[in-house]
Every structure is written in structure tokens, then in C-alpha cells.
């Protein structure tokens, strides 16, 4: 079974983001793989193990340092990686993004692939989905478990919903998007960290992939950013100290009576 | 033609709350630039319900019928919005940010190759052009885009954003019946497992209590269960709480957890990490309860206490189940 791994490198969570020019500032930004994409890159090795073959290989998209987003899945034990290489609009426009790794797809082979339920940069939770369409795939997305089957073809996934979760059946190939709750990632050993120096990297252009030029060029991004902002700063609170009897009535009051919220 | 066509979220029959929500900000922005708004229902419609839409602000419902949409399905329902868009023509589509529409706009959008915005919380005209509003890197920043030239611009819409209009129900609307052919889904719903309790989803709340690392165990939960329950709320919690194995990752509230956008949001032993933040600064109210006087949590907050919960938590359900009495 031949399992592929998008993972997509985001900034890290800590990052205070910050604007510059119009645009947020990534110049001290520390990148990282995708938290949603950990739960795919951990969920694929864990169904290698169950069945005991397979390979996974895990495919990022973008500039040079998305090759440590890779490194970092190879340390964990994912077989091969292959860094796409591209920017500009391949980068932020979700259709061409998965335009790009419907390519790759193919070119790789697959029988299963997995990505994060959404990248914790831009939040637009759409690439996986897109993918699925573009491949002609079917798909569950945020899905918090997974049961696969080579030998009928069939799958069976819990996708998180408002209220409770949905128990969804698929046949194989498929997509699935990964939603935290699906499994709990494991941390890189040495051994694997070590592997990891004598893994070649490929890396793969978008003539490679056969993607036409127009269709990743900027006058074809479906959507654009025109503007950045930064959230307005909360005014300051009144934070009550004191007796918990007498504190607790008051927050009663005020919210009550003057901010007259409940 | 229609300007804006909305897609009906509906449970079992009946449109949810998200769906008014659209239908009021559609009207708003079709009366700006003169168009026709269409709601899109897909599948059995409980009686009356056509009539509900009119009346909340749709002057067409498009409804698809077709024996492949029920139970939902995500390639037959992509088949029914295609059917509904190429009879209505709108010029923008809108679905509701839930894990419905969020399951099906990509769908729609890659099979339209049209552009999506994920998650939209404010739109705009601007000579005409819609531009959007949505957070990035939950809430911790907000990026307005466009659509490129390709029609419908498609749009989540997040939920709890916009208030549904006046229903007046001299509105009427016309109903076009749209038929769609059947489509062998290759992923389908065949269960459905209820979580505990009978709380509103955290994405839909109106006020949500969350517990932290201070909670200590899964036990303690219950003081908070007892303030929700006084309040209405839903409860929520910290990744600290919901990775000690607490309490369910579906109350996680954060970066990696729900965004929510309630009035009043209980910060209950959280400290207020930037994580814990990005998910919940946008709620209107947020009220800290934290023995620390200077965590975090407080530069945010709008009230807070300075004391143990364990003391103050009680207190205050006893002080509200009192007040709200009255
Ligand atoms: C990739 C990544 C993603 C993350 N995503 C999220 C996310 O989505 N959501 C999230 O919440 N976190 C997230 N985190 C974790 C985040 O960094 C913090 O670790 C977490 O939010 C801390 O939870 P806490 O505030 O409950 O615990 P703590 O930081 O330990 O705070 C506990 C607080 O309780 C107070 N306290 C203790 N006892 C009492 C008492 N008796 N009465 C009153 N107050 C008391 C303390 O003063 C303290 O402020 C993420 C981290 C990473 C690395
Ligand atoms: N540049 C990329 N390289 C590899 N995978 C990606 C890339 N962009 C998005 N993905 C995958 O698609 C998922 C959803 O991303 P998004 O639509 O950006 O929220 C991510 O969790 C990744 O698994």
C-alpha cells in the first residue's frame, strides 16, 4: 500500500504574527510542519505498521526550507520524501496549490493519501478537498478515525461534526484530511534522526509534474489577498480582587447589570 | 440571474440558524448592488419550509431533488449545488462555514474551478467588486481577499457573524424544482455518534465556559458543567485540559482547536498562552477567573477575578442561578 503525505510548512503557533509592508512579516518567522499534518504523517505510519508493508512517502510544496518540513517526517519514519519545488501564486492559491499536488500525485502513486484537515497559516482548510476533485478521488474529511482495508478496498472514517461525529464508509483510493484526536503523533527517535542524513531528496519541478505554467501564474489565482490587518487591541479589563464572596457577586452585577451580557 | 444564491443547511428539514445568517447579509449586499437572492435546498424540505426561507429574505428557492442526497454525501451534494448554479447563475455563492459547508464548497469550487474564501466573517463592495473578510492564522491577523473573473465566487461564511433578518411573511418566493441525475457517492454517511450532553455546538455558542490545566482532573469538570448549566453555555477547554485526557478534544478551544466568536467567553484556570488566544479574542465578552494575577489570560480580559476557582466557581453559579431567577 502506497501512502502519500501532503505536509505543508506553516509558521509556528507561538509566532506573534506581525505586518510589514502591508503584508505579514515572515523574515523571523520559525517554520514548521503543519500540527493538522503531523496527525496524517503519524496516521500513515501507524497503518504501515498495522499491515506490516507499505511505503509512505510525504510530498511538500514550496521554497527551499520546506525541505526541513520534510526532514522532519523522515526523522519519524516516513520512507521517502520529495520536495515539489514553487512560490508565487502555487504557494497561496488553494486551487493552484492542489493543482500542483494533484500532479505530484500522479507522478508518485498512490494508493491512500492524507493530508492536515487545514494549514494553521492561512486557515483556508481547502487544498486536501480540491485535491480529491481534481484526482477524481472520494474523501472524508476532518476525521478523527481511520480504518483501512487493501485487500477489499475499503475504508471506514469518523469525521468530526457539530454535536457528535459521522461514521463514513469509502472505497480506496481516497483522500482523508487529518483532525487532531486521530491518533497521538510520536516524537523522532535517534535512529530515525540519523536515517535521515542518507535519505536522498528529490526534488521535483513543475515541468516535472506536467503542470501548465497558467494555470499556477498570477493572473490565474482564484482568490488574492488585497489586504492585511491586525486584530484591534482589547480595551483594558477590570479585573476584581478580594473576597470570593464579594468578588463573585460583583462579577454577577457588572456583567448583568452595566455590560448586560447574560 | 441571480446575485447571490445561498446554500440551505438543513437539519432534518429546516434550515439552520447559518443559513438565515447568509440569507440576511446576501440581501444586504444584493440591496447595494441591485440583485436577486436564491436559496439552494437540496433534498426534503419540511412543510412550510419554502415559505420560512421567503420569509427570512430569499425571493427563489432552488430546490434540487434527488434520491442520491439523502444521507449526505459530499460528491452528490457537489452535484446538486452544480445543478442549482447552472439554472440560478449567481454571481456569488455562499455556504455555511460548518462541517457541512466546509466538506462541500472545495468540492464545488474545484469542480467550478471557481475561487473560495474559507471562513468569512465581513464583506464589502468596493465599485462593485465583493471583497472579503476572514482571519488568518485564527484571528491572530485578517486578510481581506477578491475573486478573480470567474463566476460564482464562491464563500464560507462563519457562523454567528451576521443576525438573521426580520421574518416578514408577506415576502414571497418563487420555487423552481431543479432534478439532478444520480450520483453513486464513493464516500457515504452511514452513522452518526452522538457526544455527551445536549450542548450547542462551541462554534455556535453563545457563551461557553472553558476549563484549563487547573481543573486538575476530569472530575472538577462537573463545577463547570454546573455553570453551564445555570448559563446556557457550552463548555470548552484549554489543549492543556483536553491532551491530560480531561476532557474531549471537541471542546478544545485554540489555534489547533475551535475558533469561536461567543458573547461572553469563561476563561476558567487558563492561563491564556497565544494558542489558547488565537481561538477565542474575537469573542465580545471574555471573563478570566485565574488565582495568578499575572497571567496572561488578564490582558485580554473584559472582567476577571483574581482568586481559586475552586472557591469563586461555586459562588458565582450560586450568584447567577439567583439573579437570573429574578
Ligand atoms: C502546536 C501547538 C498548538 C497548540 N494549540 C492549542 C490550542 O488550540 N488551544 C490551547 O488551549 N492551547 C494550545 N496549545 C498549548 C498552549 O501553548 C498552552 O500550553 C495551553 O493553552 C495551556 O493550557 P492552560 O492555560 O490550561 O494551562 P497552564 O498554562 O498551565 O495554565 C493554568 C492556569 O491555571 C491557573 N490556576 C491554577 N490553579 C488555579 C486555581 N485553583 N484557581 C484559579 N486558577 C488556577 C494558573 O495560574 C495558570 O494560569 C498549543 C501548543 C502548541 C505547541
Ligand atoms: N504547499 C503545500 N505542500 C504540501 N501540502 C500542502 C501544501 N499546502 C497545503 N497542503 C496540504 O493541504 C492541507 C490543507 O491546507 P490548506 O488548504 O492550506 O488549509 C494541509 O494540511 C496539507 O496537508
New binding site residues.
Given amino acids: 500500500m502506497n501512502i502519500l503525505v501532503f505536509v505543508k510548512q506553516v509558521p509556528d ?1 507561538e509566532t506573534r504574527i506581525q505586518l510589514k509592508d502591508g503584508s505579514v512579516d515572515t523574515s523571523a518567522v520559525k517554520w514548521v510542519a503543519n ?1 493538522y499534518d503531523e496527525f496524517a504523517i503519524e496516521e500513515a505510519l501507524r497503518i504501515r505498521e498495522r499491515l506490516g508493508q507499505g511505503k509512505v512517502t510525504v510530498v511538500s510544496l514550496g521554497p527551499d526550507r520546506v525541505k526541513e518540513a520534510i526532514k522532519y517526517a523522515l526523522s519519524l519514519g516516513a520512507d521517502e520524501g520529495v520536495h515539489v519545488k514553487g512560490d508565487g501564486v502555487a504557494l497561496w492559491d488553494p486551487l493552484a496549490v492542489a493543482t500542483v499536488l494533484a500532479g505530484a500525485a500522479k507522478k508518485a502513486g498512490f494508493d491512500l493519501i492524507l493530508t492536515g484537515k487545514q494549514g494553521v497559516d492561512h486557515d483556508w482548510s481547502q487544498a486536501g478537498i480540491i485535491l480529491a476533485e481534481l484526482l477524481d478521488l472520494p474523501h472524508v474529511s476532518v476525521v478523527v478515525s481511520l480504518e483501512v482495508n487493501p485487500e477489499s478496498k475499503r475504508g471506514k472514517a469518523k469525521r468530526e461534526v457539530e454535536g457528535g461525529a459521522e461514521v463514513v464508509e469509502f472505497s480506496l483510493p481516497a483522500v482523508i484530511t487529518a483532525q487532531k484526536g486521530l491518533n497521538e503523533p510520536r516524537y523522532a527517535s535517534l535512529k530515525g534522526i540519523m536515517a535521515v542524513k542518507k535519505k536522498v531528496i528529490p526534488e521535483w519541478t513543475l515541468a516535472d509534474l506536467g503542470v501548465d505554467p497558467a494555470a499556477v501564474s498570477e493572473s490565474a489565482a482564484s482568490v488574492r489577498f488585497v489586504e492585511f490587518s491586525l486584530p484591534p487591541p482589547r480595551e483594558k479589563g477590570r479585573i476584581l480582587e478580594g473576597e470570593p464572596v464579594e468578588t463573585a457577586r460583583e462579577l454577577v452585577r457588572i456583567l448583568r447589570e452595566e455590560a448586560k451580557v447574560l | 440571474m441571480a446575485g447571490y444564491a445561498v446554500v440551505v443547511e438543513l437539519k432534518d428539514g429546516s434550515a439552520r440558524k447559518v443559513t438565515l445568517e447568509m440569507l440576511a447579509e446576501a440581501r444586504r449586499l444584493a440591496g447595494d448592488s441591485g440583485g436577486e437572492v436564491a436559496a439552494i435546498a437540496l433534498g426534503a424540505l419540511a412543510p412550510g419550509e419554502a415559505e420560512r426561507l421567503a420569509s427570512y429574505g430569499a425571493d427563489t428557492i432552488v430546490h434540487v431533488e434527488g434520491e442520491s442526497l439523502a444521507p449526505y454525501a459530499t460528491e452528490a451534494h457537489a452535484a446538486g449545488v452544480k445543478a442549482a448554479v447552472d439554472r440560478a447563475k449567481p454571481e456569488t455563492l455562499f455556504l455555511g462555514a460548518t462541517s457541512q459547508g466546509k466538506d462541500l464548497a472545495p468540492r464545488v469550487s474545484a469542480r467550478l474551478r471557481v475561487g473560495l474564501g474559507s471562513d468569512c466573517t465581513g464583506f464589502e463592495l468596493r465599485s462593485g467588486d465583493l471583497i472579503a473578510k476572514r482571519p488568518i492564522f485564527a484571528g491572530k491577523a485578517f486578510a481581506k481577499v477578491s475573486w478573480n473573473a470567474a463566476r460564482p465566487r464562491i464563500a464560507t461564511v462563519r457562523p454567528n457573524t451576521f443576525t438573521p433578518l426580520q421574518p416578514d411573511g408577506s415576502r414571497k418566493a418563487q420555487v423552481e424544482k431543479v432534478s439532478m441525475p444520480d450520483v453513486k457517492a464513493r464516500a457515504r454517511v452511514v452513522g452518526f455518534e452522538k457526544s455527551e450532553g445536549e450542548m450547542l455546538d462551541l462554534t455556535e455558542a453563545n457563551i461557553i465556559v472553558s476549563g ?3 481543573m486538575q482532573g476530569p472530575e472538577n469538570f462537573e463545577i463547570l458543567r454546573k455553570l453551564c448549566k445555570v448559563l446556557g453555555a457550552t463548555l470548552g477547554a ?4 483536553v491532551d491530560a485526557g480531561w476532557i474531549d478534544h471537541s471542546h ?6 475551535k475558533v469561536v466568536n461567543p458573547t461572553v467567553y469563561f476563561a476558567i ?5 497565544i ?2 488566544l488565537a ?1 477565542m479574542s474575537s469573542s465580545r465578552t471574555i471573563v478570566a ?4 494575577k499575572d ?1 496572561p489570560i488578564f490582558k485580554v480580559a473584559s472582567y476577571g477575578i483574581v482568586g ?3 472557591q469563586v466557581v461555586p459562588l458565582l453559579t450560586e450568584e447567577f442561578r439567583k439573579s437570573l431567577k429574578e
Fill in positions: 503557533t500540527p | 484549563g490545566r487547573a484549554s489543549r492543556a485540559a478544545q478551544v485554540g489555534q489547533t482547536g484556570g487558563i492561563s491564556g498562552a494558542q489558547h481561538g477567573i485565574n488565582k495568578d497571567a481559586d476557582l475552586y
